[in-house]
DNA sequence: AATGAATGAGGTTTCATTCAT
DNA sequence: CATGAATGAAACCTCATTCAT
């Protein structure tokens, strides 16, 4: 279809060659996104793309590695976007920087067309290989979540791995919802999140420190 | 030939035949949520139940009308499960009722062994016809949880569909992580979803009532 | 869908049996007619009678063999109607009783709703048995053309065989095209069809008796 | 990946290679003739071509466009054939022409092993989209075949429409009856069967004007 | 690096037919 | 007689993948 809309546009210096890594890349979560791993088919990228089936075989060795690097890069720009976000609330209150990661999060998941259901409740029917290497990736985001919550010093009665899934259960959930419609923003939904994980019913605080224990309900 | 059939009939009286349109319908919820719809074929199916594939051509009209029938039971049992354990705490505080809800939510997501990953924050790529059927099939059900919200009577700077949302994201992303190794259990699991959602890092209360507040406008 | 149109209306006196034979021929020569032998599903035949698939294999052996019975009874319906509607012209001139014939013939092909498409120039695909008593009862009917063709005294130059399916296939070919928009009625495609076999291009003469040849063209 | 072909090419300048599709389109002929659309699976077709099933997918998107291709082609050639067979006698009585090209109609219809029953008096239960197309190429042809009898300057009382109709009813019903045993040729049946419209049974003129009659609107 | 052609496996679905009830 | 359930075969078609060009 069309076959002539191949180059240019993707990366900013000079002599990239044509069909870029990264625009498969793009592509193949817009499409996997969507409809899901076994939804989609190798095809449909590469029409997606304008260039054959077999193509995309110059690129990856299967569709299964496909997917694989298509959800490294996702987590890759998410991971890179919530650190960014979180370090430039730097020295601040640690919820502020929990806060910052969070929209940064949920507006990768909402926002950019296409990296958003690559991040399932569930892992595709991979290889034992490919699926290991999946939940690494994951892992390794989570990562930088878990530095942040456990900056937070939460009491001694909030288990910090739970509270850890129930963020990222909240945040990941609202794929499942979420209407671009204006009525609710990504960065509204993610700040009230947080929040709730903090001071629940109660009324948020000027200062973020709750309220101390002894007083609390006096 | 009951491809259409209303309610009732799922825990009527006591020694019904297994009514093979039930034993189908486990099986297919068993391998829909374990690979998905797509992931799915309806030999995989047929075979669980040891019977050709066409048999099952019988009783659904094709793959769709099948998965939709499981959607359906699925959301009719985690409903009837909730609304029981809601209704068992009658007239007491609502958020026992909720928490109790919460309880019977998470346990029929991670315990019954089928009907976890129907419930999935995408819809299959299923005709328009269906998909709006899922849909409303999963609208019924959040009623109830909408209803036990409004009980609570939350505070005016809480949005209740946030709430119900966040609450929702919470327990069914558990699917995504959820061990059966005894560490954790859905009970638990489910009960401090609740009171996270109610109490944030304050500690909890003896009485649920939270701190009156100078600006709460009660 | 419709179980209890099953009786009645069709025979005249009184204790016939349900769902009787001829019925069953006609629903089939309905569909058979209409999507051809191979388009047709035994199914489809029993759902327009309302009854399931395997009762028709009480009455036919098989699907083959339902086809060669209904095919039979067009034949015979043809047959009849045609064979009457000469005879009606009894004594008279046999281009008239020709004209009849075909009058019926075309009646019988385009307004019998059934038994058109029965008609084709291919037998289906079905086994050699089967093919050899469709020949048999084709040839059967022509039979009675044959007959009606060798009272014409046709002049020696006109080989009977070929006029025989000259008319045949003038008049068969007319399910392509026919329209029952009134335009053009059967009746009056039959009688041109015949006249056209006589007179060519001339015109039609009171008597019927072609001009004599010695005069023939002065 | 040609889906779609406008024309010529059929029979250009000369050592073409088989070209893939048209033999595709021969084999699919051969088979769709024989057994009609329903009763030919594409199996049968690759077989016929040793190719794997599949394969045909690469060349036509469905067994409906194929079917519409071959159809077109066998329309396509029947035309061709006509018209040079008409043209040659240019300049002639009209008569010949039409003459000329019922033989080479026939010829192409009984002598060609593929292209025969492509020409059916039903279309196959194909979509409304194809079918329209089917109708249409027909229609196509048939404009040849009308152009020719509007110059026979046929006498008012002879409906141009219902000739026509004779006529390719006569040609095209000897598929059902026409047995290649040289007993009779599809030269001498065509010629006989315009004839037989021309003259009925009079006889044949050496001029082909038929006798002039007193109201004859000349 | 890219493609058109091809394929084996497997997808969903329909078919004619059988059989216990 | 009639049916619901079942089945083996086969239908059309899509898939991921390979390979010569």
Chains 1, 2, 3, 4 share one sequence.
């Not at 193949?28 to 791993?37: H, L, M, P, S, V």
């Not at 991040?119 to 290991?132: M, T």
């Not at 989570?142 to 001694?156: D, G, M, Q, V, Y």
């Not at 671009?180 to 200062?207: E, F, K, N």
Request: aromatic residues 6%.
């Amino acid at each position: 279809m069309d076959h002539e809309m191949k180059d240019s546009e993707t990366t900013t210096t000079a002599e990239t060659p044509p069909s870029s890594r990264d625009q498969i890349l793009d592509a193949a979560a817009r499409i996997f996104g969507a409809k899901g791993y076994d939804g989609t088919s190798v095809r449909q990228i590469a029409a997606e793309l304008g260039i054959s089936a077999p193509a995309l075989y110059h690129h990856f060795l299967s569709k299964e590695e496909l997917f694989c690097a298509t959800h490294e890069r996702g987590l890759r720009i998410i991971s890179a976007l919530t650190a960014t976000a979180a370090a430039t609330m730097d020295a601040s209150d640690p919820w502020d920087k929990l806060e910052a990661a969070a929209v940064a999060h949920c507006e990768a998941l909402l926002c950019t067309e296409g990296y958003r259901t690559i991040i399932s409740p569930q892992f595709p029917d991979v290889s034992d290989d490919v699926r290991a290497r999946l939940v690494q990736q994951r892992d390794s985001y989570e990562t930088i979540i878990k530095r942040l919550i456990s900056e937070l010093n939460l009491p001694a009665h909030i288990d910090p791995f739970i509270f850890r899934m129930q963020l990222l259960g909240s945040l990941n959930w609202t794929t499942a919802w979420f209407q671009a419609d204006g009525s609710l923003d990504p960065t509204t939904i993610a700040r009230r999140t947080v929040r709730q994980l903090r001071d629940g019913i109660h009324p948020p605080h000027a200062s973020h420190v709750p309220p101390r224990q002894e007083n609390d309900h006096v």
